[in-house]
T-cell receptor, first 115, second 111 residues
Framework: EAQVTQNPRYLITVTGKKLTVTCSQNMNHEYMSWYRQDPGLGLRQIYYSMNVEVTDKGDVPEGYKVSRKEKRNFPLILESPSPNQTSLYFC??????????????FGNGTRLTVT | DAKTTQPNSMESNEEEPVHLPCNHSTISGTDYIHWYRQLPSQGPEYVIHGLTSNVNNRMASLAIAEDRKSSTLILHRATLRDAAVYYCILRDEDRDDKIIFGKGTRLHILP
């Protein structure tokens, strides 16, 4: 089944303790992206990647890192999490190239709480 | 970036048609109009997209105004499972890297 898989689904951590949220897709998509969703603010893009070893900042990249060493994986790294990074996070992927309007496929989300 | 404006929330009765509006007065000629929806406790899912002509698929219809400054997502017969947040977004065919979502419209379906 074609899907985007995020892990973990729920995570509670403390301020300053480094964490990684993994994202993997099995559709051979070139493009991957991370969003955060907060009440009243909608979905905001953190980082995106057009292909392997190519990443770029979205609208709210501060406090986050990403890497794209393999096509299928796009982990989100919080080196020193803070309470304002408590949020619901979504990973998404899509094809690029000739199918530039191909739809985004989203994971089921990771709910992160930083205390 | 071209932006979209949607009502914060709407209500509809079950088994009746629903028309969800979206204004995009600054749309450019290369922007496609996409709709996604987010069911409770799930990630957003693609619904439909179009450029100029009206579009139909198994989930919904998309009606695009002649001047393209607005569009309407039509659910022909709403069910309780259609209760979700619906997002209208614009995607530029020439620069499709940053894909920006707004706050969407929360659709309530009354039984």
């Amino acid at each position: 089944e074609a899907q985007v898989t995020q892990n973990p689904r729920y995570l509670i951590t403390v301020t300053g303790k480094k964490l990684t949220v993994t994202c993997s897709q099995n559709m051979n998509h070139e493009y991957m992206s991370w969003y955060r969703q907060d009440p009243g603010l909608g979905l905001r893009q953190i980082y995106y990647s057009m292909n392997v070893e190519v990443t770029d900042k979205g609208d709210v990249p501060e406090g986050y890192k990403v890497s794209r060493k393999e096509k299928r994986n796009f982990p989100l790294i919080l080196e020193s999490p803070s309470p304002n990074q408590t949020s619901l996070y979504f990973c998404a992927s899509r094809r690029t190239g000739a199918t530039y309007n191909s739809p985004l496929h989203f994971g089921n989300g990771t709910r992160l709480t930083v205390t | 970036d071209a932006k979209t404006t949607q009502p914060n929330s709407m209500e509809s009765n079950e088994e009746e048609p629903v028309h969800l509006p979206c204004n995009h007065s600054t749309i450019s000629g290369t922007d496609y109009i996409h709709w996604y929806r987010q069911l409770p406790s799930q990630g957003p899912e693609y619904v439909i997209h179009g450029l100029t002509s009206n579009v139909n698929n198994r989930m919904a219809s998309l009606a695009i105004a002649e001047d393209r400054k607005s569009s309407t997502l039509i659910l022909h017969r709403a069910t309780l499972r259609d209760a979700a947040v619906y997002y209208c977004i614009l995607r530029d065919e020439d620069r499709d890297d940053k894909i920006i979502f707004g706050k969407g419209t929360r659709l309530h379906i009354l039984p």
